[in-house]
């Protein structure tokens, strides 16, 4: 019993590495869409204001 136990253990680390690899490239992905997001609001706002003043 112990050694199927250890026999799973190496697939739960491949799993949790895999895992934490798109986990990562997920938060990166989201943190550059929600940069680019909030600068093309801010051109918006400031593009509004810019005709507003004119």
Same mark, same amino acid.
């Given at each position: $019993? #112990?050694?199927?136990? &250890?026999?799973?253990?190496? $697939? %739960?680390? *491949? *799993?949790n590495t *895999? =895992? /934490? +690899?798109?986990?990562e490239k997920?938060? $990166? !992905? #989201?943190? #550059? !869409?929600l940069q680019? =997001? !909030?600068? +093309?609001? $801010?051109?918006? +706002?400031? /593009? =509004?204001? %810019? +005709? &507003? =003043?004119?």
């Open positions: $019993n #112990l050694g199927s136990e &250890r026999k799973k253990m190496p $697939n %739960y680390t *491949w *799993w *895999w =895992l /934490a +690899s798109v986990l997920v938060n $990166n !992905f #989201l943190v #550059l !869409f680019k =997001l !909030f600068h +093309s609001c $801010n051109v918006m +706002s400031d /593009a =509004l204001i %810019y +005709s &507003r =003043l004119k």
